[in-house]
């Protein structure tokens, strides 16, 4: 099984977005990579594949699906290590519950072809219409 490279997000962007994963026990800079970015990173293309060629995508990040795959992880990170506690819903929803949300509306519009993508020089990246299967 091929795995893609880590490439929408980096360990040092997720310690700098949310500096309480630094100190959780055994959640090494591996750990992070392989456990958590690298199936968000999937789960991400996988869902704007459909449109977009997964290389140009890795090779021009849009600035988008930079901010949305360090989110993503972040959250991910939160829940598998309980580190976020989302209060009954007569309170209303923690922030991160709100991000993740958001996130996928995001990037359902991507997949849907509702929102474009550009790159990190705000040029549009073309879309691709044919059948793309992901493994």
């Known amino acids: ?68 795959a360090t989110r993503e992880t972040i959250y991910r990170i939160s829940l598998s290590r309980l580190m976020s506690q989302f209060p009954p819903s007569q309170t209303g929803k923690a922030t991160i519950q709100v991000m993740h949300e958001e996130d996928m509306k995001v990037l359902d519009s991507i997949r849907d072809g509702d929102m474009t993508l550009l790159n990190s020089s705000l040029q549009v990246i073309a879309p691709t219409l044919g059948n793309v299967e992901i493994w």
Do not use: C, R, W
């Open 1 to 68: 099984m091929q795995t893609l490279p880590v490439s929408l997000s980096t360990v040092g962007e997720v310690y700098s977005a949310y500096p309480p994963i630094s100190s959780v026990t055994a959640l090494t800079s591996a750990v992070i990579a392989q456990a958590y970015i690298g199936p968000t990173e999937a789960f991400i293309l996988g869902k704007v594949a459909k449109l977009y060629p997964v290389a140009d995508l890795i090779s021009n990040l849009p600035p988008l699906l930079h901010a949305i």
